[in-house]
Structures are given as C-alpha cells and as structure tokens.
C-alpha cells in the first residue's frame, strides 16, 4: 500500500513540475507587484491620459495572454501622436520596425525591437487574453543631446491581436518614466511624462518568422 501511495505521490508530483514549467493557456504564475501600468499612468499628465488613451486604445490586461512567438515586420511604421510638438512632426512616416518575442513562459518573455539606428532586447512582461496582447519593456539607456549626456527610463509598450499570419493593429507607445538631468543647465532631450504612439500603417504586421 505504501509502495503505491508513493508512485501516485511521485506521478502527481512531477505533473505539478511540468504544469510550472510549460507554457500554456491555464498554468498562471503571478509575478508579484506588476506596477508598469501603474508607472505609466502616474507618469502621463493627467490632461493628457484620455489623448494617450484615444489614440493607443485599451492595455490588454489579463493573466492568460496567448502565445505571440514569432518575428514580426511594422511597415510602414506611422507617427501617430507625441505630446511634444517642437520638432516631432507626424506626417512622418518611418522606415520599418522588426519585432521578435521569444522563449514566451507564461507572462515573461524576451523582446528585441529592431530598428535602423538601434536594437533593443531585453526580458518583457505580457499581460492579455484570448487574442488580446501587451508586452511591457523597461529601457534604461544614454541621450547624447546639445553635447551633454542624459540617462533615461522609458517604458515600451506593445498591444495588438495576434492571427496565424501577423499581428493586427500593432501599436507602440514609450513613455518616459525617469530622467537623470546631468545637462548643467543645458536642454534636455525629454521630460518626464514625454510619450510617443506609433502604429503600423496598414493595420496588419506580417509574421514573417
């Protein structure tokens, strides 16, 4: 009876094991105090959050995102909105954007944005349901402006629906959550509260990996 009890003990306990450790659509692993949406909402002047909200639309929150592995292309990568309007001119439109989400676990994941002056990759948090997406990166990173040198935090942040073939209405918000004003008096590039929206032109982001 004991020898059985314990092979039933061992059965269940590595299925436990293997439910924590796989990615799928019913193991959640909460991530204790999860505050970027928070930071961002605190960030943003309040006269301005209903604007970010209009033209970014709803943050995808929930704690069983689907899965979005794969590589997708932005193009071509519109201006929407900025609350800085000196020199940041909306009918600009960009050359494309690469976006890479891997090793998805349940709600983290690697991102790497590509773009043609710089790549970032880091660990991101996906929150979302069903179809529903948004993927969380906290950059911490240099400006060289007017020959002095600011460190910034931005928050990145990606939300669409994804589709076997790509992902639609991607859309891409930085916000800037912290400035280290090291510029003795000069300009600074960015405030505090600066943000910047971002969508892919024709609604749809090819998969193309």
């Not at 990173?141 to 939300?159: F, H, M, P, Q, W």
Request: a negative charge; charged letters at 20%.
């Amino acid at each position: 009876m004991n020898i059985i009890k314990t092979s039933i003990f061992v059965i269940v306990l590595s299925f436990i094991i293997h439910s924590c450790t796989t990615n799928d659509d019913t193991t959640v692993i909460l991530l204790g105090k999860e505050d970027y949406v928070e930071e961002v909402n605190k960030i943003i002047p309040d006269t301005l959050l209903d604007v970010f909200e209009s033209y970014f639309g709803t943050i995808n929150t929930g704690y069983i995102p689907p899965n979005i592995e794969g590589t997708y292309i932005l193009n071509p990568k519109k201006r929407v909105y900025s609350n800085i309007s000196t020199g940041w001119p909306l009918d600009v439109v960009e050359p494309e954007l690469k976006l890479t989400i891997s090793e998805q676990h349940n709600r983290v994941c690697i991102m790497e944005i590509d773009e043609y002056v710089s790549t970032v990759t880091d660990t991101a948090y996906i929150s979302g349901y069903d179809n529903f997406f948004t993927v969380y990166l906290t950059e911490r990173k240099a400006l060289v402006y007017s020959g002095c040198e600011t460190d910034i935090t931005r928050n990145i942040i990606c939300k669409g629906e994804i589709t076997p073939n790509g992902i639609k209405n991607l859309h891409i918000a930085t916000v800037i959550l912290d400035v280290e004003d090291d510029s003795h008096g000069n300009i600074v590039q960015y405030n505090e509260g600066d943000f910047f929206i971002y969508k892919d032109a024709d609604s749809f982001s090819n998969l193309i990996d």
